[in-house]
């Protein structure tokens, strides 16, 4: 069924569904008959079919990664090996006959790679080091800057380096990462992470290079960084805080703005994913965590734009972070819920770090949005001062607005909040006493505001018995 199925004329390469490619449905009968009888033959053939280089094939292989290293972990290394030298590809040329010979060339580092894993899985030599990825390229982002002096100056500086010889398919390096979040639910192997160190290292320098005088760069490995940092999230979980934050947050944060705001947001959903599923293990210091990210946050261009102007957009890479950190997804799939937990504990242990970042930026609606859908995730008494301490900042950096808090919606969905917290906890009522005095100026400037809400909360404050009285 294989060598019927490897009609490459044949094959549509744009689709990886396994059930729609003869020769991904033959490498999983493949890999069924190897785990069934442990035969080298059909061990060959799986290392062979890591070599084809079509999505649905690797989705196969990919997808039984876990599965065949609870045989031998050395065989999710050999293919994981073999797919990232066959995703290393000498750039296209002009001449059928130079490009045949690429086309060759690209093969026979496949057939070697093959060979070499070969010998190891049977115990011939040490284990093959992790292959060396090409060179990412990326390019200065065009553009002008206006000088102090009042002219023009031209800021396009090209970059005149000749290309690489090699590109990578990021998007076969991809998949890849996307199913060795599998490795991670329980101990971590130690490949695994080395794994993973390995490739931070070429994905640092793809999005590079950084710095404070470095311009923004283009053509970043965008499809690559999603799966990418989507999987170091997850990983980072199982790690210890001070291995996550040594290998991989510290350099996270070393990104220019762009890049950081688009891994930071894959990075944190993987994160968030991993903290509230039920089979991982807990992580050390979320808090943590989220203030490094944070504090980068704040450090961004964006941020310093948000507190300095009263509107409730933002920039889409940056917003796109923002909406992770508060635990939300992409504004394309954001319904306004956050994706954790209804009344989720460990909101308490990053609600401060979250409201410091509100009150940094207190003309942005685009974050009291954002903040407001995730405390109407929980009515916990223990927020209280927090959504009391946005409100003060919202007041004082808008006063009496009735487009902010009335047309927007931001001042009865806070008193909502309120009345909804003090209803569903008696006790919560002390908390709101000890707060008292902020809130009730906070209230007065929302009732100037046109919030008939506020006066009713005001009344549940100063007579919390009053409802009972009147039954």
């Not at 982002?141 to 396009?156: A, K, P, S, V, Y």
């Not at 000890?434 to 906070?442: G, H, I, M, P």
Request: proline share 4%.
């Amino acid at each position: 069924m294989l060598t019927a199925s490897a009609q490459n004329d044949r094959e549509y390469r744009g689709n990886d569904q396994v059930e729609y490619n003869a020769t991904a449905c033959a490498a999983l009968g493949i890999i069924s008959l190897f785990l069934r009888d442990r035969d080298t033959t059909m061990r060959d053939m799986i290392l062979e079919l890591a070599g084809y280089e079509h999505p649905a094939v690797l989705e196969a292989l990919a997808q039984n990664l876990l599965r065949l290293g609870e045989v031998t972990d050395r065989i999710p290394r050999s293919i994981i090996r073999i797919v990232m030298v066959s995703a290393v590809h000498l750039r296209r040329v002009l001449g059928l006959e130079r490009q045949k010979e690429n086309d060759r060339l690209h093969r026979d580092a496949i057939d070697a790679e093959i060979a070499i894993e070969r010998r190891w899985l049977d115990g011939e030599g040490a284990e093959p080091s992790w292959p060396e990825l090409a060179s990412w390229r990326t390019t200065p982002r065009r553009g002008i800057r206006l000088g102090n002096d009042g002219h023009i100056e031209d800021d396009d500086d090209d970059d005149d380096d000749e290309l690489p010889s090699h590109y990578v398919d990021e998007h076969a390096i991809a998949k890849l990462a996307h199913h060795l979040i599998r490795f991670t639910i329980n101990d971590v192997p130690v490949w695994v992470k080395d794994l993973a160190v390995h490739l931070m290292t070429w994905t640092d320098a793809a999005n590079g290079p950084h710095g404070e005088d470095v311009r923004e760069r283009d053509h970043r490995p965008d499809t690559w960084n999603i799966a990418f940092f989507n999987f170091i999230g997850v990983l980072s979980v199982a790690l210890s805080h001070s291995e996550a934050v040594d290998l991989f947050v510290n350099r996270i944060v070393s990104f220019n703005d762009e890049a950081v705001h688009d891994v930071m947001a894959s990075f944190l959903r993987g994160y968030d994913s991993a903290t509230v599923a039920t089979d991982t293990r807990e992580p050390e210091n979320p808090a943590n965590v989220r203030e490094l990210l944070a504090d980068r946050i704040k450090r961004a261009w964006n941020y310093r734009r948000l507190g300095r102007e009263k509107g409730f957009t933002s920039e889409t890479h940056a917003g796109d972070a923002l909406n992770a950190m508060f635990y939300q997804p992409s504004r394309w799939a954001n319904t306004g819920r956050p994706t954790i937990p209804v009344n989720w504990p460990g909101l308490q242990a990053t609600i401060a770090t979250l409201t410091d970042l509100v009150v940094g930026a207190p003309t942005s609606g685009y974050l009291a949005s954002l903040f407001l859908n995730l405390v109407e995730s929980s009515h916990d008494k223990a927020l209280i001062p927090f959504v009391v301490q946005a409100m003060t900042a919202w007041c004082a950096a808008y006063g009496v607005d009735r487009n902010f808090w009335a047309e927007k919606n931001i001042g009865s969905r806070v008193c909502a909040w309120l009345d909804h917290t003090v209803a569903d906890d008696a006790t919560s009522h002390a908390v709101l006493v000890d707060r008292a005095d902020e809130l009730f100026k906070s209230l007065d400037v929302l009732v100037q505001s046109g919030v008939a809400q506020a006066r009713i909360v005001e009344e549940k404050i100063t007579n919390p018995d009053g409802d009972r009285k009147a039954g």
